[in-house]
């Protein structure tokens, strides 16, 4: 079946079990698990059989959204676990309970995000977006790294966006310091780090099994956008717009998803496409991104490509993090 903008995550799910994928007992963890994609994930592979371990920074949200699952999955193999991905040593508590537990995992799926915040820091001092979506999730990857290296297949899932063709990575100038803070560059950067946080994955720990993608899982309506002002949401139409004209394209605008076809990505980036020559690779509607294009569809920026600034992306992150892949 070809896959497009509407594929759902039971269509995946379904093509998968028919494929003889088993996802019996496959142990997923999932950070931002609490709502939109990260929660649908949930429900998804948890009633294929998997194991999913759902991380959330709110136990409250976190509960509902478990009950939730298990009105859907009543017989669903759930764990929890309480992390705030803006703040380090909340990300090293959350690591060591998990690995105290001393589970392999096979499939992490890095999926929390903050969007167009104000500006803001994080506990340990960056920039909130670039912190919380790239630097909380690099340090929590590298301190769960040997689980997942025990996992079966293991594979490591990076939730990046179309909104990355918004700005590459500024490596020099990271908490806006030497220019003035702009919502949506920062939400852009953060996403272009995530992308090159997969294919820098791939680089190094692809030769050793390890399989690692990133998403870009369309526009859907979640609790992402809660700091879109009508200013900042009028921008990203606008850009929106203009990117379908030079694309050639009519829509004029954005396609809106349902949930179940925007989390449809980043299953089957977690379970079933095929890596071959492309590990490291940026997906989108269910599909291989292509360079160029709409990146509001399937394009992407040539910039995701680029091995200097991911090996100098992945040093910085090293640095800044203190953390160690080994
Ligand atoms: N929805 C879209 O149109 C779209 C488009 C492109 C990319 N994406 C990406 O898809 C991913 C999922 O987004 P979504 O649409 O499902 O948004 P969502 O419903 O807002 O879910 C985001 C999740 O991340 C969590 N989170 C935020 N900050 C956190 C922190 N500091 N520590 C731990 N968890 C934190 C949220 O928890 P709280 O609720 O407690 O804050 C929530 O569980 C994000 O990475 C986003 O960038 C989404």
Request: a neutral charge.
């Given at each position: 079946m070809a896959y497009d903008a509407d594929t759902t995550t039971n269509e995946i799910i379904a093509d998968a079990t028919a494929a003889g994928i088993d996802l019996t007992d496959r142990r997923f963890v999932i950070t931002g698990a609490s709502s939109g994609l990260g929660e649908e994930s949930t429900r998804a592979l948890a009633g294929a059989g998997a194991r999913i371990t759902m991380l959330a920074r709110s136990p409250e949200k976190l509960d509902a959204a478990a009950a939730r699952v298990r009105e859907a999955v009543p017989d669903a193999q759930l764990d929890f676990g309480t992390v705030d991905l803006a703040e380090f040593s909340s990300i090293r508590a959350c690591a060591a309970a998990l690995n105290d537990a001393g589970d392999p995992i096979d499939v992490l799926i890095n999926n929390a995000g903050v969007m167009a915040c104000p500006q803001g820091t994080t506990a340990d001092g960056f920039e909130m977006q670039f912190g919380t979506n790239h630097l909380g999730h690099f340090l929590l990857t590298a301190l769960l790294f040997p689980a997942v290296q025990a996992g079966a297949d293991p594979r490591i899932v990076n939730l990046s966006s179309g909104a990355h063709s918004i700005s590459d990575v500024v490596l020099d100038d990271i908490n806006f310091e030497q220019s003035e803070y702009d919502a949506w560059e920062a939400y852009g950067r953060s996403k272009t780090a995530n992308a090159l946080f997969s294919r820098g994955l791939a680089q190094r720990f692809g030769d050793s099994g390890l399989v690692s993608f990133s998403v870009h899982p369309g526009a859907i309506m979640t609790e992402l956008g809660r700091h879109l002002t009508d200013e900042l949401m009028e921008a990203m139409?606008?850009?929106?717009?203009?990117?379908?004209?030079?694309?050639?394209?009519?829509?004029?605008?954005?396609?809106?998803?349902?949930?179940?076809?925007?989390?449809?990505?980043?299953?089957?980036?977690?379970?079933?496409?095929?890596?071959?020559?492309?590990?490291?690779?940026?997906?989108a509607d269910c599909q291989f991104g292509e360079p160029g294009g709409n990146p509001s569809s399937t394009g992407f920026s040539d910039y995701l490509l680029d091995d200097a600034t991911t090996d100098r992306l992945w040093t910085l992150s090293e640095e800044l993090t203190g953390a160690s892949f080994g």
């Open positions: 139409m606008s850009r929106a717009k203009a990117r379908a004209e030079s694309a050639g394209e009519s829509s004029g605008g954005m396609h809106f998803k349902s949930v179940e076809a925007g989390a449809a990505t980043q299953v089957w980036a977690s379970i079933a496409a095929e890596a071959g020559d492309r590990n490291g690779s940026y997906l």
